[in-house]
């Protein structure tokens, strides 16, 4: 079973920063596809970026891409998201997730592992 814990959340003001990270045990190395999903209130979660498990290639969501950089340290089993001149639509909490092989998906759906989640704002 695989545990996942996001950390890096907070307030910060629009056109700011902040760096999420996400801590995953229960499974070593780095086969495996993981990503970050966000979910405003009264709103659907939302895919936001992706990394694949072989390769490190990304896939981004067209809202943040160019703001958002997301990345991988295998040796740490740590997933992290920077982000770059925050918005307050970009208000939400951002979830970390993981697959079982090594291909990212946009679909919440295809994912099997889930944290709990950690809370942005971003005031105007």
């Known amino acids: 079973q695989v545990q996942l814990v996001e950390s890096g959340g907070g307030l910060v003001q629009a056109g700011g920063s902040l760096r999420l990270s996400c801590a995953a045990s229960?499974?070593?190395?780095?086969?495996?596809?993981m990503g970050w999903f966000r979910q405003a209130p009264g709103k659907e979660r939302e895919f936001v970026a992706a990394?694949?498990?072989?390769?490190?290639?990304?896939i981004y969501a067209d809202s943040v891409r160019g703001r958002f950089t997301i990345s991988r340290d295998n040796a740490e089993n740590t997933l992290s998201l920077q982000m770059n001149s925050l918005q307050p639509e970009d208000t939400a909490v951002y979830y970390c997730?993981?697959?079982?092989?090594?291909?990212?998906?946009?679909?919440?759906?295809?994912?099997?592992?889930w944290g709990r989640g950690t809370q942005v704002t971003v005031s105007s």
């Open positions: 997730a993981a697959r079982d092989d090594s291909f990212a998906f946009f679909a919440a759906s295809r994912y099997n592992y």
């Open positions: 229960g499974r070593t190395g780095g086969t495996y596809a």
């Open positions: 990394i694949v498990g072989i390769g490190g290639g990304t």
